[in-house]
């Protein structure tokens, strides 16, 4: 059973929860009372609001008549508010609808994001997670207390608790989703199947309600431009006519999927590394290798497969005279561009420190010109 299985697993027992759990149940908490007490405070009374988190965290969607512990739940819950206040320097107070724990500033954020994902995801990568905090923004028209467009790194931890629930609960959820290389925002209807950490971003894993197969894609969490669905209407209306039945689904073996690589084909790369190049490779790249030789420890060869040529073509620039590529007439045929980038390569080839980086050059030019005149 996967980390993020086991952990939605122990929300559905009533034993004693370890400390990160009560961690993890008060991080839900402060998520759910910024947005249902601090920011709408005639939408959710403190009774309301103890009622749903009790059945958000107890409830087993499994066994609808699984009953909520109700003997000293306040206290209980209380007491984890008050654990996560200390932890990190926040305050929830449920009877003046307040909720202070600086919700715009990333550096007061990432701790808390960092701590919920680390709980219950199966991988974590802190330069993605800073990505999503940096570019996720305010879109609702209300401007009670935030502007439209304001970067807003508390919406990240929102919508990452919000997305748990409903994969715990099989909800489906609308929101609004525009393409990382696009400006046009479109309403997806998406059943929540995960969460994860891949290629320097934190995405959502979810089946598409929206197309008649029902494809699973993965939507990039700071491209999301707002929530059109509530999560306790979509809750309560749920609980009513009955959750949905379990979609099989093990992330490892998604990642050996074509939906996980795009549709796109798997290479093998065999590349060479000097100096310090692969002590820097590991702990910048989040990519399943093997070394293939291992000559010194300023001379190693690495063997590794991606499905992304932008990714692999980053990674050979970035090292340039310390790395090289095996096999290099084969790079010609894994290129698929849309348009040159030769502006984002250097312009003088003739050097012998940068052979490397020029043949890709090369190859760019090549393709693009082959591709320009096919038309």
């Not at 027992?13 to 709408?40: C, D, F, M, P």
């Not at 084909?265 to 060479?272: D, F, G, N, R, S």
């Amino acid at each position: 059973m996967a980390k993020m299985e086991r952990a939605l697993h122990e929300r559905g027992t009533k034993g004693n929860l370890s400390r990160e759990e009560q961690i993890r149940h008060g991080i839900e908490q402060l998520a759910i009372a910024w947005k249902y007490v601090h920011q709408n405070e005639n939408r959710m009374k403190v009774k309301e609001f103890g009622n749903f988190i009790a059945e958000l965290n107890y409830l087993n969607p499994d066994d609808p008549e699984s009953a909520v512990p109700a003997s000293d739940i306040n206290r209980h819950f209380r007491n984890i508010r008050i654990l996560v206040e200390n932890k990190f320097d926040i305050m929830i107070n449920l009877q003046q609808s307040q909720v202070t724990w600086n919700p715009g500033r990333e550096d007061k954020v990432y701790p808390i994001v960092e701590y919920y994902l680390k709980s219950f995801g199966d991988n974590y990568d802190a330069n993605a997670v800073h990505l999503l905090l940096k570019n996720i923004s305010y879109t609702d028209s209300d401007e009670t207390f935030y502007k439209k467009g304001q970067k807003l790194p508390g919406l990240a931890l929102y919508y990452l608790v919000v997305f748990n629930f409903a994969i715990k609960f099989r909800i489906p959820l609308r929101f609004n989703f525009r393409e990382l290389m696009g400006t046009k925002t479109s309403e997806r209807y998406v059943l929540p199947l995960s969460l994860a950490c891949r290629n320097g971003y934190v995405d959502l894993i979810g089946v598409d309600l929206n197309e008649e197969k029902k494809p699973i894609k993965q939507f990039i969490l700071s491209c999301i431009e707002g929530l059109g669905s509530d999560l306790y209407d979509e809750f309560q209306k749920a609980k009513k006519r009955g959750f949905n039945k379990p979609v099989e689904f093990d992330y490892d073996d998604y990642k050996k999927t074509a939906e996980y690589h795009f549709q796109r084909p798997m290479h093998e790369y065999t590349v060479q590394m000097f100096a310090h190049t692969y002590n820097h490779f590991c702990h910048s790249y989040l990519i399943d290798h093997e070394i293939v030789e291992k000559k010194n420890d300023y001379d190693i060869t690495v063997k590794f497969k991606n499905s992304d040529w932008r990714t692999v073509s980053q990674i050979l620039m970035n090292y340039a005279g310390y790395i090289s590529l095996k096999d290099e007439k084969e790079i010609s045929s894994e290129i698929n561009i849309e348009g040159s980038p030769k502006d984002k390569l250097p312009e003088n080839c003739g050097k012998k420190e940068f052979p490397l980086m020029c043949r890709i050059r090369n190859q760019y030019e090549r393709m693009f010109q082959q591709k320009k005149d096919s038309k």
